[in-house]
């Protein structure tokens, strides 16, 4: 009985891991360009600095059985988050806007040029569907939403970055992809085509029109839909426009790099910034609120726009923790930064440098 239980158990484990969600690693002449890269050594993608998964004194036991069994008050709201649905099909396409859908999904138009980052409207976001759920009231938005988008931006291929149901459903209404390298064999897996999709290692400009120039930099993260990690690369980016810039920074744990791109590129108009599921024990992959403040400071940002948060339970904080710590520490700062902080779905004026945000959590329970 027990033998044909476990033959059962794994019959179902190959069957579930098949579906085309989990994508493809990279092959062939994608594999070629990818080994030729100064970032991929030993077999896969590395960063700048030596990156444990786990800081030290935490074991991978100790990390996985405090997620399971750990008691976290309030990880989960009890009350609806709230929100604001603004209608993007009839936002004027000259307006200079960004639209937060929860996350580190947003909508950005710019110079008459309509963008869409790490887009995740299915309410889920781990490899299987329904273990990992949207808080109540984050789920607003649909790919029916989204208007027609010039360029999808993926900053990496982890689920709750690159979500194969979404993907699908916007792919019809996609003029281009730009993504890291290794990340568009997904895309081509899931009948993308290959001429619409830019796929750049870190340091590389990609001209997008007349008026808009996009940068790949790096980020201090990693990779992996399946049990192989690190096979395709993570990334941010640079996004500079007529008198400005934005930091779209992904996912990313405290290094150098800040600084870097800051001397490089900086000052930035408005930078997005990983504020959200961290945890001391993965501190090297994710910000922790303190790193925020130093890294909003190097990367000589005039507002900072603290995302990774409010839609997901990805840690062992809770829910509202990323938005009051870094609140409370940028305050106590010397010269504090602006903080964007809209609720989902409102609208932030990307060139008002005066536009004012209330801290909404407040009094959600």
Request: hydrophobic share 35%; net charge neutral.
């Amino acid at each position: 009985m027990t033998l044909t239980l476990i033959i059962l158990l794994f019959a179902i484990l190959i069957f579930v891991s098949q579906h085309p969600r989990y994508g493809k690693k990279p092959s062939g002449e994608r594999l070629a360009l990818i080994q030729k890269s100064p970032n991929y050594k030993n077999g896969k993608f590395e960063n700048q600095s030596f990156t444990p998964e786990l800081a030290e004194g935490y074991s991978f036991s100790k990390v996985f059985f405090d997620f399971l069994f750990k008691k976290v008050d309030r990880k989960t709201p009890s009350d609806t988050i709230p929100s604001v649905k603004t209608n993007l099909h009839e936002l004027p396409i000259d307006q200079d806007v960004l639209v937060w859908f929860g996350h580190s999904s947003y909508y950005i138009q710019l110079e008459g040029k309509r963008f869409l980052v790490d887009p995740v409207f299915s309410g889920n976001a781990s490899p299987i569907y329904g273990t990992t759920k949207a808080f109540k009231g984050t789920d607003i938005y649909s790919a029916n939403d989204i208007p027609e988008i010039d360029y999808l931006l993926i900053t990496h291929d982890h689920y709750d970055h690159l979500d194969y149901a979404t993907i699908k459903q916007l792919q019809p209404k996609i003029k281009k992809v730009v993504c890291a390298l290794g990340v568009g064999s997904h895309l081509e897996f899931w009948k993308f085509p290959k001429e619409i999709i830019i796929e750049k290692d870190w340091n590389e400009k990609i001209e997008l029109d007349q008026n808009l120039t996009l940068y790949t930099t790096p980020s201090r993260h990693f990779s992996g839909r399946s049990i192989d990690r690190c096979n395709t690369l993570w990334t941010s980016f640079v996004l500079e426009a007529n008198n400005f810039k934005m930091y779209l920074g992904g996912d990313s744990g405290y290094d150098t790099h800040y600084a870097e791109i800051g001397n490089k590129f900086g000052p930035f108009d408005i930078a997005l910034l990983d504020n959200g599921q961290y945890n001391p024990a993965w501190k090297y992959i994710h910000n922790l609120p303190e790193d925020v403040i130093k890294a909003m400071k190097e990367i000589k940002a005039k507002r900072v726009f603290p995302v990774h948060n409010s839609k997901f339970p990805l840690s062992l904080h809770s829910w509202d923790e990323p938005l009051i710590k870094v609140t409370e520490l940028n305050a106590a700062s010397e010269n504090p930064i602006p903080l964007i902080t809209p609720k989902i779905g409102e609208v932030v004026e990307l060139r008002n440098e005066k536009q004012e945000f209330k801290q909404w959590w407040k009094g959600v329970r």
